[in-house]
């Protein structure tokens, strides 16, 4: 309530209020009453529309009599004129106003906040009374300015014949209350906040009928931001209801026993008139009591687990595939070490044949692994040739278009590189000064179906002759790339340089299988 | 060495894995035919009348997976006995006909050899 300055006060006013200290009345129901009593015995009521105490109706000397020796703040207001009178517990809510206005127009006292003050004030003296729980007034009783809360009622005075003479009124000081009410608010906003943010679906619900009071932002989206506050689970959540949860509700809501569920199926509806979608949540339902200890509703937290348990899934796939990659692994590892032995000619060459063959296949594996499924053609053949020989590398002359390679041609290829490189550096181009290898590779499209053609040409190395016995080296090449189909794989012994063309149809090349 | 060779006909897509085993099968003493694919191993099964068992592998591209190709072979060649091998699935029996033999990968070709010269009796 504002406190302006006094306006008009012994200027325009109707009722002059004079105190003649020296002429105080001896009314008996003007006794006592602190600073407002002695001012009461000292007003000259002749000039005041009251008259004199001692012809006031009874019904006015009696509440006077009440109210000067109430503690309680109380206000009177009195005849057509609304005379006003009050008590020292009220004068404090008057401030600056007090003791000007006792005696004085009510009008005159809360003539700042009359639009609000006018309307109860008529009904009282209409016969009707009002009660108003929390007035607020900026109040300086520990010399400091405070924020004090009242509640009040007005009350008609009626005399024998039922008129209204005037209004009475009560007031109560609520202001601890008050207080504690609005620290039990930001409390609780305090707490709502954190909910707000809080990962994880939270709401509450109150009742038997489990009616949501609150749903964080996480709940909302659980439920597809349908309106739920205010209605009952079964009403804001149909499909929910028709799946045991509210069962559940009245199981907790009665037993006073939390229930935790995890990983529950739940069709729920992620969008307003969506068909319902099958999610996976961790539930967590909470009793809270009320003052009386009684159960008054449940605390529920929910979380999302859908994608955590796909995840956990897909693991367990990757894990077993990855099992099953293994043991195809092993086993192609196992027929490179029968094919080397079986043709070595001695134990100590098949150990090295062995050893680089294995070093190979698994740099081809770590260049999958880093190429995540968009390894190219052209990775596989330079780490292939830097493997087998990095100082020879501007001897190979690589050129192709960047074309993926799907993970077992990609290992094959690699394998038939450095089988082909270890060959030309014993017995083909790479074996001179002067040799070299065209190392392409091109995309057949107007092939039916597209096909991959892959060359390795040597140049410049000592006269070439097919080998009288074909060796370990030579039947990993023949055995072509691993995965594809029409695959073929030529070995030219011309003359002039070693010429391999391995052929493979393109989609076979490129899929993973 | 038995007096006569047996045919095994050796269903595999894994080039080197299929080399390797054709090989050290033929040193055993079997005659082999090499298919990379159940389509393959069908056309040679409707062309050659000598094969007494297939060996093949589970996983495979093609129209046809080894499970599929074992049970095409028990109904249209009955007399045919089959060996299984697969490093991809946990194969259980009730996978495949019944008289058939199943070998995890990797495997040993005297196991696969001893096998075949078993059911062929």
Redesign the interface.
């Known amino acids: 309530m504002a406190r302006g300055g006094l306006r008009g006060y012994g200027t325009g006013l109707p009722f002059q209020l004079s105190i003649i200290p020296m002429i105080e009345s001896n009314d008996p129901i003007l006794q006592g009453g602190g600073e407002c009593g002695s001012l009461l015995r000292a007003i000259d009521w002749s000039s005041n529309p009251l008259g004199k105490p001692a012809q006031w109706p009874a019904e006015l000397r009696t509440i006077v009599g009440i109210a000067l020796n109430s503690k309680q703040p109380m206000l009177i207001v009195w005849g057509p004129e609304q005379t006003t009178l009050y008590n020292d517990g009220y004068a404090a809510l008057c401030g600056v106003r007090h003791p000007a206005a006792l005696g004085g127009s009510f009008q005159e006292l809360w003539y700042d906040i009359w639009e609000k003050v006018e309307p109860i004030i008529t009904a009282a003296y209409n016969g009707i009374s009002t009660s108003m729980d929390d007035i607020e007034f900026t109040m300086h009783r520990h010399g400091r300015p405070e924020q004090t809360h009242f509640a009040f009622s007005y009350t008609p005075v009626r005399n024998g014949q039922g008129e209204v003479l005037g209004m009475f009124c009560a007031c109560v000081e609520t202001t601890r209350s008050v207080q504690l009410t609005r620290q039990r608010e930001a409390e609780r906003d305090h707490m709502l906040q954190v909910f707000e943010k809080a990962v994880g679906a939270i709401a509450m619900v109150s009742g038997p009928t489990h009616v949501f009071t609150y749903a964080n932002e996480d709940y909302l989206a659980l439920v597809g931001h349908r309106d739920v506050v205010g209605k009952t689970v079964a009403e804001a959540l149909p499909e929910v209801g028709r799946q045991g949860f509210i069962e559940l509700l009245d199981q907790v809501f009665e037993s006073g026993a939390s229930h935790i569920g995890r990983g529950q199926p739940l069709q729920l509806q992620g969008r307003p008139n969506a068909e319902p979608e099958l999610r996976y949540v961790d539930f967590f339902y909470h009793p809270t009591r009320g003052a009386d200890g009684q159960v008054d509703g449940i605390f529920v937290q929910a979380i999302d687990v859908t994608d955590k348990l796909a995840a956990e899934q897909y693991q367990t796939l990757l894990n077993r595939e990855l099992g099953h990659r293994m043991k195809n692994q092993l086993a192609l590892v196992q027929a490179i070490v029968g094919q080397t032995l079986r043709s070595a000619d001695s134990l100590e060459m098949a150990g090295k044949s062995l050893s680089d063959r294995v070093a190979v296949l698994a740099t081809a594996h770590d260049i999958l692994i880093n190429g995540v499924g968009r390894t190219t053609v052209h990775d596989i053949v330079r780490q292939a040739a830097a493997l087998h020989d990095g100082n020879r590398e501007h001897r190979l002359r690589i050129e192709g278009p960047e074309l993926v390679i799907a993970s077992r041609p990609a290992l094959s290829l690699a394998l038939i590189i450095h089988e082909l490189s270890t060959n030309a550096a014993k017995y083909g181009s790479l074996s001179t000064q002067d040799g070299f290898v065209n190392v392409r590779w091109r995309v057949e499209g107007n092939h039916q179906p597209p096909r991959f053609v892959f060359e390795w040409q040597e140049q410049g190395g000592p006269q070439v002759a097919e080998p009288t016995r074909k060796g370990s080296g030579s039947r990993l090449i023949r055995a072509g790339l691993s995965g594809t189909i029409e695959n073929s794989v030529n070995v030219d012994y011309a003359p002039g340089g070693l010429r391999c063309e391995i052929v493979a149809e393109l989609s076979s090349l490129q899929t993973e299988s | 060495m038995p007096e006569q060779s047996l045919t095994i006909l050796v269903v595999e897509?894994?080039?080197?894995?299929r080399?390797?085993?054709a090989?050290?099968l033929q040193d055993m003493g079997f005659k082999v035919l090499e298919a990379?694919n159940a389509d393959e191993a069908i056309e040679m099964l409707g062309g050659d009348t000598e094969i007494r068992i297939v060996f093949t592998d589970v996983?495979m591209?093609g129209s046809m997976d080894g499970l599929k190709l074992a049970a095409a072979v028990r109904d249209r060649w009955p007399p045919i006995r089959i060996i299984v091998t697969s490093?991809?699935?946990n194969v259980t029996m009730n996978d495949l006909p019944a008289d058939s033999r199943f070998f995890?990968?990797?495997?040993k070709?005297a196991a696969i050899a001893q096998a075949a010269r078993e059911m062929a009796g």
């Open positions: 897509d894994e080039p080197l894995v080399m390797d085993i090989e050290q990379a996983d591209p490093g991809h699935r995890a990968k990797p495997y070709a």
